[in-house]
């Protein structure tokens, strides 16, 4: 992992990218309206900002057997519970979006390879270490959430970095929820759960 140097006075602070993913950008299998716009938002961010933070870590949605996470023919969808069939393991959709391709992130992980995972402490990294672990051994105090969607996995990532005792930014123009309406409500439960509601630029 890099080293960056610390803000003075500041916390140790982890920049968490939630999956961005061709999966959940126009064109893929489960998208997101301005997910595209997102990832190079993202990228563009990561790359003025890097040294703000002492790691970078991805999360994917990795999905080998999910169970009724997918919803298969002749089963239909709730999208809710149930999903079309996205983010499969070993796929191109499944990889991250290749506008971050110049990220370098310091850690990736991948979650529900076997079951329904929508926040990225549910995931490992390829040397088994989940997210916890991983921002653990970098001394993290604080993290800014950023990715894709508002309204599910940034949501569920954000909420369970408050349950870890991180001080959580999220930073709403860096990330986009499935509908207006389920990203007000995310951001409504993030807010009273303990998390900063920022912009990029605030920050």
Request: hydrophobic share 45%; glycine share 8%; aromatic share 6%.
């Given at each position: 992992m890099s ?16 999956d961005?993913?061709?999966?959940f ?9 301005g ?37 298969t023919?002749p ?13 499969v ?20 992980v ?10 990225g402490?549910?995931g ?22 950023v ?5 599910h ?13 991180f001080?959580?930014r999220?930073?709403?123009?860096l ?11 995310a ?15 605030s920050?």
């Amino acid at each position: 992992m890099s080293e960056q140097i610390q803000p003075s006075g500041g916390p140790r602070r982890a920049l968490l990218v939630v999956d961005v993913q061709p999966t959940f950008c126009e064109g893929g299998a489960l998208p997101v309206a301005g997910g595209t716009a997102v990832a190079y938002a993202i990228a563009d961010f990561a790359a003025t900002h890097r040294s703000r933070y002492q790691l970078v870590v991805t999360t994917q949605d990795w999905h080998e057997d999910p169970g009724p996470h997918f919803a298969t023919p002749p089963a239909e969808p709730d999208f809710v519970d149930t999903w079309p069939p996205h983010g499969v393991a070993g796929t191109a959709e499944a990889e991250l979006h290749p506008a971050l391709n110049d990220l370098f992130p310091d850690a990736c992980v991948k979650k529900g390879r076997h079951e329904a995972a929508y926040s990225g402490f549910e995931g490992v990294d390829d040397a088994g270490r989940d997210l916890a672990t991983i921002l653990a051994r970098g001394r993290i105090e604080a993290v800014d959430v950023v990715g894709i969607a508002e309204s599910h996995c940034v949501k569920a990532t954000t909420l369970d970095a408050l349950r870890a005792g991180f001080t959580v930014r999220v930073l709403t123009d860096l990330t986009v929820p499935v509908t207006a309406e389920q990203g007000a409500a995310a951001r409504a439960e993030m807010a009273a759960a303990g998390a900063e509601l920022a912009t990029a630029e605030s920050v």
